[in-house]
């Protein structure tokens, strides 16, 4: 089996976005579920004031601040057709203006020298669709999704004789 030239890998900074919606650390709850709406994102990079990351804020972790608390210990739920009026509540205020840093998570990221296959096996192993790439001093530089990593991957398949 040969190994591919140098010059032809590809790393995670060729495919990844590179405008990358972001979010200051002292956000709130509410402005993060704002942007999210207004950008149609499943995933916040929250950053610092030099734009260094610090945690992450995904559409799920958003989501279940409105689940009830009995869908985390059923393990079948098909038996519930309707949540009834449970649909129709929504966090509190006092939630929704606290702090992001209150909801926010650490991120499994990759700098932008990874490699494709690396950065897909780890997005496999922490169940991830949408990763952050961070700059070798730790600065948000964009953003990879599966589907960004999956084309490139086959793109390369045109080549193959």
Not at 36 to 58: A, E, F, R, T
Not at 125 to 131: A, E, G, R, V, Y
Not at 142 to 149: L, M
């Amino acid at each position: 089996m040969k190994s591919k030239p140098k010059n032809d890998s590809m790393s995670i900074r060729d495919c990844m976005k590179s405008n990358v919606i972001s979010i200051s650390e002292t956000a709130t709850i509410r402005e993060v579920a704002a942007m999210i709406v207004k950008k149609h994102i499943g995933l916040l990079p929250v950053v610092d004031k030099d734009n260094k990351l610090v945690g992450v804020v995904g559409l799920r972790d958003l989501l279940n601040l409105e689940l009830p608390d009995f869908v985390r210990f059923i393990e079948d739920l098909d038996f519930v057709h309707d949540f009834g009026a449970v649909e129709t509540t929504r966090p509190t205020a006092r939630i929704l203006d606290k702090s992001v840093k209150s909801l926010m998570k650490d991120a499994e990221t990759v700098d932008e020298d990874c490699g494709l296959l690396r950065a897909y096996a780890l997005m496999l192993q922490h169940n991830l669709h949408d990763m952050p790439v961070l700059s070798k001093d730790g600065r948000l530089m964009g953003i990879a999704s599966r589907v960004d990593i999956g084309t490139a991957i086959l793109s390369a398949w045109e080549k193959v004789e």
